[in-house]
């Protein structure tokens, strides 16, 4: 079983700023598996926001290009998520994601609500 840890989530006016963390299996992020965030509004489906690549390279939801940067720390195992400039379309949940041996493994989610 892989555990996700997120958390940052929160209630911000437009304009703000949030920054969401994900704690990832050392063994699993060690390894440079594609993991990133995804979000989901009401009435939504899934979509990816951020994600690093097995290659390390980095891909992005057009809706968030120059908004949002994703980042990593290797030394505590941990996935960023800066949000800038936050608009109320960007009210969803967000989870983690790690795709581990052909899984998808997800974090519990963390709330995110942009208000005028």
């Not at 009435?43 to 908004?67: C, I, P, Q």
């Not at 969803?92 to 052909?102: D, E, I, L, S, T």
Request: glycine share 12%; net charge neutral.
């Amino acid at each position: 079983q892989v555990q996700l840890i997120e958390s940052g989530g929160g209630l911000v006016q437009a304009g703000g700023s949030l920054r969401l963390s994900c704690a990832v299996p050392q063994s699993i992020f060690s390894r440079h598996v594609p993991m990133g965030w995804f979000r989901q509004a009401p009435g939504k489906e899934r979509e990816l926001v951020a994600s690093f690549t097995s290659g390390g390279g980095t891909t992005y939801a057009d809706s968030v290009k120059g908004r949002f940067i994703i980042s990593r720390d290797t030394l505590t195992n941990t996935v960023y998520l800066q949000m800038n400039n936050l608009k109320p379309e960007d009210t969803a949940v967000y989870y983690c994601n790690v795709q581990y041996w052909g899984t998808d493994y997800w974090g519990q989610g963390t709330q995110v609500t942009v208000s005028w």
